[in-house]
């Protein structure tokens, strides 16, 4: 193992200067805030959005929703955004390799199949329409910006549309508000250094604006790899964002563009820019108006293999309460044109450009029966070029006995529209188009129970069973073994049950804990076959436990240690389970400066946590140390 102790510390020296300021110095000590931890009480109470599409407290969301929170994120050892969702217990995480991540909930999970999970950064949704997938390398931001990841398992489709099958992760970063003066950051270890900072200004008596970048280098983690090869990467994201008005007449633009390489190949690397405005109105003080844009634009090459996707999309919403109703309703509209071009192999996509339109408008209704019982109801009506008209209805009932429990139950129907690998890839004698390739679908049925036990404990238990039909799978057509075509011809379900919970041990140490657990059963329609031995339906082992401590001790030092364990993947080729330790040792020496040590997969020298034979690689012990300074 190689360890590097020189971090990346000399760059937050440059900024030092622009302390000088008493304005921006208080400005910063309360930006400093932001990592003192939050009571259990006020974790139970923290205003959440992704489950309704309006702002509520965590008590009363009657969905399987955890939420990193900014000091999750600060006190973490992560320095990516998948490493950061493994904080969430209801996610599974697998690292293939430096660059690759594959990240689902409630299983299908693999780098190229995780395609059932909707993820939102700000309200962009950062779906790809190549595969139904994220890129994750793709994704950079500077981790003390984030303000919370709210982690949805289970559909969402109802709000959301297609890909929002088995969960939802709503990524916000923080106001520009909140974010006034200069931070800045390094980390280094002996295969990744990272870098950013950012500079925060107020704009007239009620805005604020922040100009940011991140920069970092992950070295491959093949054994044959050098710092400029296999499957490392290195690059940067930078951007702005400015916020306007009032909490009841505010606007919020951003942009923000990405440049990175990869080593596969000369000339591979990915990049792209992105630009969000949204703008919320309080029309009175039972009504608001949402109007959001974005348009977005991305180009992939890798090893003779060239991916662009562009999207536009734009969407109103308006929330209002009448008596025992709260009601949210909106429409929408994307329009997406993509290319794929493949001088690899034989593999391509016919046409090698398409356009793709998404229109559609849903209605949510929350209905208080009694001030204890409430039912949620809501449909979306969806066209999109590819399927046509889908309908994606939501039942769900909440009953809380008292101020901090909730009963939670739920009935939702949500859909995978097909991609462009779906509907359009063939291999010339081998592989035919499957134009007439439908939805995958999914019947979900679920039960959950929320509470807070005193002040000092919290937790949250999730059942569900869910039922999938016409599932992707690869079969012969005509009477020899080519050529084949892609079909849907697998149906089945899964069950399990996630739990997580919290507790405050003493006022300076909290421990949490998490757990998941998972069965899949899945058959094939009679008299067909799958080449792909159910591929499509991931590479998910059955349980993931998790343990975390927080200490905060005195002269500022912090200690943060993790625990992990991930059972075997039975999907072959098979690998074993494996259990790991991470921990943080962090020193706040003034309301300025934080220094900090971590290490990475202590227990063992290296693990495997993907079995896809073309990427995986063993995932290495780390030692790093880092600092953040912020004025």
């Known amino acids: ?108 999970n693999g780098v190229d199949i995780s395609n059932k999970l909707l993820v939102l950064v700000d309200g962009r949704s950062i779906y790809s329409t190549l595969h139904s997938g994220v890129f994750w390398e793709l994704h950079s931001p500077i981790p003390e910006d984030l303000a919370r990841i709210e982690v949805i398992s289970g559909p969402g489709g109802t709000l959301y549309g297609p890909n929002a099958v088995n969960g939802v992760v709503s990524i916000s970063t923080r106001d520009a508000r909140e974010t006034l003066g200069v931070s800045a950051h390094g980390t280094a270890s002996g295969d990744e250094r990272t870098a950013g900072a950012r500079l925060g200004f107020s704009l007239g008596q009620s805005g604020a604006m922040r100009v940011y970048g991140n920069w970092f280098d992950r070295e491959g983690l093949s054994p044959s790899s050098t710092p400029t090869s296999g499957d490392g990467i290195r690059g940067w994201e930078a951007g702005a964002r400015a916020d306007l008005g009032s909490d009841a007449n505010h606007l919020m633009v951003k942009a923000e563009a990405f440049d990175n390489m990869t080593f596969l190949a000369p000339g591979d690397g990915n990049n792209g820019q992105n630009v969000t405005a949204r703008w919320n109105r309080a029309l009175s003080d039972t009504s608001a108006l949402q109007l959001q844009a974005y348009f977005d634009v991305f180009h992939r090459r890798s090893r003779m293999t060239e991916d662009f996707l562009q999207t536009v999309d734009g969407e109103a919403q308006f929330n209002i309460a009448l008596g025992d109703h709260q009601l949210v309703a909106g429409i929408g509209a994307r329009h997406s044109r993509d290319r794929f071009i493949n001088a690899l192999n034989t593999f391509r996509l016919v046409p090698d450009s398409a356009e793709r339109w998404l229109i559609n408008g849903f209605v949510q209704d929350r209905f208080a029966i009694t001030p204890q019982f409430s039912i949620v109801a809501g449909l979306k009506v969806e066209h999109s070029s590819f399927t046509g008209i889908q309908l994606l209805p939501n039942l769900r009932l909440a009953w809380q006995p008292s101020e901090n429990a909730l009963v939670w139950a739920a009935i939702s129907r949500a859909v995978r529209t097909p991609s462009r690998v779906d509907r359009d890839l063939i291999v010339p004698f081998r592989l035919v188009a499957a134009p007439d390739i439908a939805s995958e679908k999914l019947l979900a049925f679920e039960l959950g129970y929320r509470d807070q036990i005193g002040r000092n404990t919290s937790f949250s238990i999730n059942a569900f069973f869910q039922g ?118 962090g020193w706040r020496a003034n309301a300025h400066i934080e220094l900090f040590v971590a290490g990475d997969n202590l227990l063992h020298a290296s693990h495997l946590e993907s079995n896809e034979v073309s990427r995986n690689q063993p995932i290495l012990r780390t030692v790093s140390g880092g600092a953040r300074i912020r004025f």
Do not use: C
């Open 468 to 585: 999938y039909d016409d599932l992707r799978t690869v079969d012969s057509i005509g009477t020899g073994r080519f050529p084949q075509q892609l079909r849907n011809d697998s149906q089945g379900h899964s069950f399990g049950v996630e739990a997580w919970g919290n507790q405050q041990l003493m006022p300076w140490w909290r421990v949490s804990a998490g757990a998941a657990w998972l069965v899949k059963r899945f058959h094939l329609t009679p008299g067909t076959h799958d080449i792909t031995a159910g591929a499509a339906q991931g590479r998910d082992p059955d349980l993931q436990l998790s343990l975390r401590s927080q200490m905060n001790l005195p002269l500022g030092f912090t200690i943060d240690t993790a625990l992990r364990h991930v059972d075997a993947v039975s999907f072959a080729p098979a690998i074993p389970g494996y259990t790991e330790a991470d921990a943080r040792l």
């Open 1 to 108: 193992m190689k360890y590097t102790s020189g971090s990346a510390l000399l760059l937050v020296s440059a900024v030092a200067v622009l302390a000088s300021s008493p304005t921006l110095a208080a400005q910063a000590q309360d930006d400093s805030k932001n990592l003192s931890n939050l009571s259990i009480e006020e974790l139970a109470q923290i205003p959440v959005r992704s489950a309704s599409k309006t702002e509520e407290p965590l008590s009363a969301v009657p969905n399987a929703l955890y939420v990193i929170t900014a000091d999750d994120v600060a006190r973490s050892n992560a320095t990516s955004l998948p490493e950061a969702l493994r904080l969430a217990p209801n996610l599974w995480v697998q690292r293939a390799n430096a660059r690759e991540f594959a990240i689902s909930a409630r299983g299908f």
